[in-house]
């Protein structure tokens, strides 16, 4: 059953997946200087326009590419299921773990990084609350009324 700490465990766990596979693309741009050049079209015609705008797709395509196979790879390698951790499993352990859900995980990772980083802040932030039994913080404004 999905839980407070069981979501706060599966999005802690998905973007630091997000963030070290976003380690493994910069240091592959590092190393392969095309993922990091800036392409630009040398003249001011469509020819050299649409060059630049082609390199500049290739690159974003390869380096998303690596950040997809990374987080593969590190969903692979740690053998834990994401699913299985939001619904709170007592064992999140999977035998096979390079089936085709450890590459869809990489993807949802991936791409999903920044919503999941908002949510996990959000999530926090609630728990925080609920555990200091304090209100919600809403804003306040001093008024005064009408005086005769």
Known sequence: MVNLDSSIAF???VTAVSSAAAGVTE???SVIPFLSTD??????????????????????????LISVV??????GVMGLD???I?????IVYV??????????????AV????????VLKIVEGFKQTVNNNQPPNRPRRKVTGPRE
């Open 82 to 84: 994401p699913a299985l």
């Open 11 to 13: 999005l802690i766990y």
């Open 39 to 64: 392409y630009e079209p040398k003249e001011d015609c469509w020819e050299d326009h649409n060059q630049a705008a082609r390199l500049n797709h290739y690159k974003r395509f390869f380096n998303l």
């Open 27 to 29: 240091a592959c741009k």
């Open 86 to 90: 939001l619904t709170g499993a007592e």
């Open 70 to 75: 990374a987080a593969g790879i590190i969903f």
């Open 111 to 118: 791409f999903g990084s920044p919503f999941f980083a908002s």
């Open 95 to 108: 035998d096979h773990s390079w089936e085709l859900g450890t590459w869809l995980w990489g993807i949802v």
